[in-house]
């Protein structure tokens, strides 16, 4: 039997009516021969609330316990998901990640997919079931303990099946009908692409446009899954949606394609640390041993032997960054005066593959914030991206802007 995975993400499981619509949609396919792995996500909002308590009860907590917490969410709509194809005759059940069981690393909160035998689902589709509804986002690790994938996670399980099972397509339904070229809630100019390269997608879901989990796509990339996004909302055909495709299979590729926000960054400075060789492995070290994840460094210039150090990291990893720090600090074996962080600023971001052969997107993104008066505080580029970051008061006009300037719109 030819093999699909659907994945439905949180809107699209929201309420049990949600989930009766989804489950219509497996139906047809079930109906036009297909077996199918459906991957759901926790209810909208629920991974949210159960993070929140988490945070409420402990600021730096065992990431064990995280993920017993915030993997309850999938549980819940996998069975009801099973139950609401049942309640339509088509023979389905679900499975906890464990009882796959979807291997990972140990890498609690952060998790990634090491194996996913196939054996006891195929065992079920050649008995007649039709669907196997998986809980997203979770997975067992190597201490037998339940271990999740990072936020967006489940995007990342849907496409870890495709490929496990070697799936005709992977399709992602969720609340927009495709990628666009940037977030459509920021700019009603936003226009949805038809097609987007793995390089591309892979820069801006890393870079803040959460509709595809990073990982999900850089599997999608290794392991030639067939990846759509799509709308659970509408009626669509099979051609709908956008899809991600090798670069080959773009015709021809303006400068920039998407602009990508993140407000979940913050920037931090370390006040006057000794300006002597060794100094950076001193400082990103023992962040990296405390699983803060850096992304941009800028080291400013020293006066006196002494320089400032200016790094960005996730807001939720200022705290964990903070103790690493001073906990070194403590020891001897770093000197600073103070960290300051500045958890007020967003990350703006312009990807395009074109960028590898066409120059003067750098000035011209520079002079279009230089323009709208939004100060730039830290820069970072790569081959095919240029990102900065901002006040994140002016998140959505430098989006708007950026968008304007490399006339988006336009396809
Ligand atoms: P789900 O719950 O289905 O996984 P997400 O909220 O994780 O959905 O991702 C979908 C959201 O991603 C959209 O509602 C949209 O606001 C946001 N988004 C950000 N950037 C983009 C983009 N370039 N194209 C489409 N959606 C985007
Ligand atoms: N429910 C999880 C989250 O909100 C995983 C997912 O939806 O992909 O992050
Ligand atoms: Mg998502």
């Not at 495709?178 to 879901?205: N, S």
Request: aromatic letters at 6%.
């Amino acid at each position: 039997m030819p093999l699909l995975v659907m994945k439905f993400g949180g809107t699209s499981v929201a309420t049990l009516d949600r989930i009766r619509r989804a489950a219509k949609r497996v139906g047809r396919e079930v109906a036009a021969g297909y077996d199918v792995i459906v991957i759901v996500s926790a209810m909208s909002g629920e991974t949210n609330k159960l993070v929140g308590f988490v945070e409420e009860t402990s600021q730096l907590y065992d990431a064990r316990e995280y993920d017993a917490v915030v993997s309850s969410g999938e549980q819940v709509t996998a069975g009801l998901m099973a139950l609401t194809l049942q309640e339509m005759d088509v023979p389905a059940r679900s499975w906890q990640g464990w009882q796959v069981p979807l291997k990972t690393t140990n890498a609690h909160a952060a998790a990634r997919i090491e194996e996913i035998p196939t054996d006891n689902i195929m065992a079920k589709f050649s008995e007649g079931m039709k669907v196997a509804v998986v809980a997203g986002f979770q997975g067992i690790g190597p201490d037998g303990r339940i271990t999740t994938l990072g936020r967006g996670g489940s995007d990342t399980t849907a496409v870890a099946f495709a490929a496990a099972f070697e799936a005709e397509r992977c399709d992602i339904y969720t609340d927009v009908d495709g990628v666009y070229t940037t977030d459509p809630r920021i700019t009603g100019k936003a226009r949805k692409l038809e097609k987007i390269a793995f390089e591309e997608m892979l820069e801006l879901a890393s870079l803040g446009a959460k509709v595809l989990q990073t990982r999900s796509v850089e599997l999608a990339m290794r392991y030639n899954v067939r990846l759509r996004v799509l709308s659970s909302f509408e009626e669509q055909s099979d051609e709908a949606g956008t899809l991600i495709c090798a670069e080959e299979d773009i015709v021809e590729s303006k400068a920039v394609n998407g602009v990508a926000a993140s407000r979940e960054e913050a920037k931090m400075t370390l006040i006057s640390v000794a300006d002597r060789p060794g100094i950076a492995a001193a400082i990103f070290g023992p962040l990296s041993e405390a699983g803060v994840n850096v992304d941009m460094i800028v080291q400013n210039i020293s006066e006196e032997g002494r320089t400032d150090m200016t790094f960005s990291c996730p807001i939720n990893q200022v705290a964990r960054a903070e103790k690493a720090l001073n906990d070194i600090k403590e020891k001897g074996g770093l000197n600073f005066r103070e960290i300051v962080a500045d958890t007020d600023v967003a990350k703006i971001s312009v990807v395009g593959i074109g960028m590898r052969s066409q120059s003067g997107v750098a000035a011209k993104m520079f002079k279009t914030l230089s323009d709208e008066g939004i100060n730039i505080k830290v820069i970072a580029t790569s081959e095919i991206k240029i990102s900065v970051l901002v006040d994140r008061k002016y998140t959505e006009l430098a989006v708007q802007a950026l968008h304007d300037a490399f006339e988006l719109e336009k396809a």
